[in-house]
């Protein structure tokens, strides 16, 4: 069977969701023994970098669901999985699915006392976790289940037959960002988390989107979507365990992908790296989402490796490669819009691009009326990605809904032509009074142009008494003097009225900005460090 038809017929089967496509694939008698998964860490007796075909693939999730069953988990039990590497998440994602039961994956990185809140207001039977793991949480008295890395020992013959799913089945807990503390546990249908795949299915695969390298954090709802896109379009995934700036550029080289999966932080930190010298001609698209990512990244990266043209003499191999942003959370199951960028682009302006045709995003003031074009509101939006709601929280989940739309905590206005541009957080936009407000997202973006030599900076805003005051944070690139004065540069960048409330441009190393456990920076712990310190 062709390539084509399995993506035909995936597109067409009304049963397939985020819960079965490996189950189907096998179902169907695709190509087997394509490569399809490669992990960058030893798994289950595979070494790292060695690309596990589908039916290894899927003896590795029989298997693990053995073990599993053999533990008693079942229908509709939700697990907690925390582990450091790619492979335990994904495998251990496919093999609770594979018993219908709910996998509720944690980022590593979150604070164990963190994570021990989270899983208490889970009701989780009991956490998966790796050593590492293990250790951190053993004093916050969770229930630990059988160690995570042990799972691939069961005998693959020993898997029950797949649970055969519905399209409102629930399929896994992901979770927020955690950037404002505990993060908030959203909840996807088998049907949602595949939406957006299914729409993909019906188009031609983007150039690139053969050989993809994730850059994901691993229990991120984004990775769940790419690992079932990857196996519905017969395309191979690198996932990597660690998504630093350095190990992405060494694994590009060493892989040879022609797409990478990252969020706006995985370009942020590639901007901090050296690449004079390194080899990333592999690469033909970069593809972000989550937050929208800034011109001046988007700029570095697409000037890099190569991509196929379409001229009058054919095809041709040319120079530079295509960024395809926009605007994304895990409550949306997936970006709603798309924009791409290449060297012959200029529609920057944190401009998140047109909605896809799934989506319905509008822009609503505080009572939930629609804004015209040019005025900023609150982006609510409506589709069949979005998730079923928070995990034991209907009161955040109702709170975030109105008309029908979800609220995305996010600013936005959009343009006569369609497009959507993205201005900041709601909860880091300060109100300036007279009407005026300073967005300290957009204020980031004007900074990042105006400072070619800065990777990225965070701008903190708060108000002191009846004042706001602005501190401008910096992160040089390699090239960057850190004895150099921007201070006018940035001001002229900033605005007059945002420019007012300049306290300070300081030069910082990574150690001063709290990042959450997905590369966010956590703007509120930055908020409340200096509310500290003028106090």
Known sequence: MTAVSI????????????????????????????????????????????????????????????????????????????ATSAADNILTFLALAR??????????????EITALYVSRLGAVGVLADAARREALAPHGVTLLAPIEDLGAADPA????????????????????????????????????YAANRHRLRMPKAQGSDRLLSALPAPHAATLIAINLVLSSESQLLALSSQTGASVVDAIERWRPGGVLGFAATWSEMAKTDLRGRDLDSVALWWNTGDCAHEAHIRRLISLGYRQVSTREGRVRKPG????????????????????????????????????????????????????????????????????????DSVTTYRTRVRGYFLTGDLVYRDEEGYFYHVDRLVDSVDLGGGKRLHTALSEERVLNACPDVADCTVVAVRVGDTVVTDVLLQLDAAGDPSADRTEAIRTALGPDVAATLREVVVVDDSRIPLGPTGKVRKVALREQYLQDAG
Do not use: Q
């Open 7 to 82: 993506r035909a017929r995936l597109a067409r089967d009304p049963d397939l969701g985020a819960g079965n496509v490996l189950t189907t694939l096998v179902a169907l008698g695709a190509d087997l023994d394509r490569p399809a998964f490669t992990f960058d860490t030893d798994v289950d007796g595979v070494p790292a970098w060695t690309a596990l075909t589908v039916r290894r693939l899927d003896e590795r999730v029989r298997a693990r669901a053995a073990a599993l069953r053999a533990l008693g988990i079942g229908r509709r039990d939700p697990v907690a999985v925390t």
């Open 99 to 112: 018993l219908g039961a709910i996998p509720a994956l944690i980022n590593a990185k979150l604070a164990p």
């Open 158 to 193: 020993d898997a029950p037959e797949a649970y055969r799913f519905h399209r409102d089945d629930p399929v896994a807990i992901t979770h927020s960002s955690g950037t404002t503390g505990v993060p908030k546990a959203v909840l996807h249908s088998h049907a949602s988390l």
């Open 321 to 392: 490669s295509n960024f395809i942003d926009g605007l994304g959370s895990s409550e949306m199951g997936h970006s709603h819009f798309y924009i791409t960028h290449s060297s012959e682009t200029s529609r920057y302006g944190r401009c998140i691009g047109r909605p896809h045709t799934f989506a319905e995003p509008v822009v609503l003031d505080p009572d939930g009326n629609e804004l015209p074009p040019g005025e900023v509101g609150e982006l609510g939006t409506k589709s069949p990605t979005l998730s079923l709601g928070y995990w034991n």
